[in-house]
């Protein structure tokens, strides 16, 4: 599920996309083997291919140039990792439960600090 909030007009329009298709992972995946859409500035013609998979998941709610003249650039890459993450089929933090989320949040006892166990005889 994806919520999407774009000033449109002067206007701000809530978009809301319960489902995001498995054909909408499909169509990703030759884009994600061309380039790290998360870890590097791309070109703007293939940030174009991946702006308009996010407006073909919506149903085509919105506009490519909608799209980008609705968000800031701030709002622009959090969206466009948000996306990318439920392409990828990571929950968002809506979609978990509350024990969901607490078993992913909480301490283990992995982590790197000693213990006052005392193990040396």
Do not use: W
Request: hydrophobic content about 35%; glycine content about 6%; aromatic content about 10%.
């Amino acid at each position: 599920m994806m919520d999407l909030k774009l000033r449109i007009n002067g206007e701000y329009k809530q978009m809301h996309e319960p489902f995001i298709s498995g054909m909408t992972y499909r169509k990703y995946l030759p884009l994600s083997e061309k380039h790290d859409y998360l870890h590097e500035e791309v070109p703007f013609q293939v940030l174009d291919d991946l702006i308009v998979l996010i407006v073909e998941a919506f149903d085509k709610q919105f506009t490519v140039d909608e799209f980008y003249c609705g968000l800031s650039s701030y709002d622009l890459r959090v969206k466009i990792a948000e996306f990318l993450a439920i392409v990828k089929g990571f929950p968002s933090q809506m979609e978990l439960s509350d024990e969901e989320l607490e078993e992913l949040t909480k301490e283990t006892d992995d982590d790197a600090t000693p213990s006052d166990g005392g193990g040396e005889a």
